[in-house]
DNA sequence: TTCAAAAGTTGGAATCGTTCTAAACAGTCG
DNA sequence: CGACTGTTTAGAACGATTCCAACTTTTGAA
């Protein structure tokens, strides 16, 4: 975390006691949490705290590519702050989000209609299921 | 055109000169459109199309399975009338969608860790890159 | 054919996530 | 102490989508 602080300052952002209480919030979240999500969290020690603030932060760590914008939801938008390449698997039930830290850009060959007519450069895997707190509360249904 | 007429008869749709219009532009559609682009191109036959219509008939599809929602845009869905699962090829450029025909499941085997806490049943990939077209402008200027 | 129930259409209002705005604030430097 | 700059805030504005209530069409039974 302090870390984290450091390399904000350096590329001369201002830490304002909001950032800080968002960037904490985010430093090793794997939740996927949405503006909202963070918006109550932070809240909770900023009382005055704005939906424009989570919303401009996070905004500015987009850009400084230190966290990723997730289109998974057709609902909201998820915020990862793991900006390392990675997939997700979406619980179909709850929601819920997890990672997959795998690359299969090798075992992802395009066909050659594909290929001439675009230039691929990276790819994104969502996987579907459900969970197993979800698919628990369905036997005990 | 007329197989899927039938079909949406069969099934208790009614069909009126509304929805006749938003089936036939959608047949064979492979643009992945917009419901205002579907709103747009149906308003021409009739003036009187409403966005209310436009999205009521979208609902009707995508429960009947016959229709795909695409969340791939994060400021607007996207619709599919080919329902055969398929991936995506992205222009990073100018949001061209197309489609890439290969099953890869074989291929995308799921480390433990997270099989062991979501059951996977399916799977959606988003290739990004940048369409030929938009190459060719690069290049021009 | 006729007719009424059920389902569909419409324009506009409402909703919801997100973005924008203008005024108040805070830290920095002279 | 100002002036400057970037930040925060509440609320207005926005754009996509959904909802609503009145009206119209489709459909199938009589
Ligand atoms: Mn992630
Ligand atoms: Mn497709
Ligand atoms: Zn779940
Ligand atoms: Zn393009």
Excluded: W
């Amino acid at each position: 975390m302090q870390k984290q602080i450091e390399k904000y300052r350096k590329k001369g952002m201002k830490l304002t006691p909001q950032r800080l209480a968002i960037l904490e919030y985010l430093d090793g979240n794997t939740a996927h949490p949405t503006a909202e999500d963070i918006y109550r969290a932070v809240k909770k020690k900023h009382p005055t705290l704005s939906f424009a603030t989570v919303y401009n932060t996070l905004q500015a760590l987009v850009n400084m590519g230190e966290v990723m914008e997730l289109t998974i939801d057709p609902e909201r938008k998820h915020f990862d702050p793991d900006t390392t390449p990675h997939h997700h698997v979406i619980c179909t039930r709850c929601g819920r989000i997890g990672d997959v830290f795998v690359d299969y850009s090798r075992r992802l060959e395009l066909p050659e209609e594909v290929t001439r007519s675009f230039t691929v450069t990276s790819n994104h895997i969502d996987f579907y299921g459900v969970c197993k707190n979800c698919e628990r509360k369905r036997r005990t249904k």
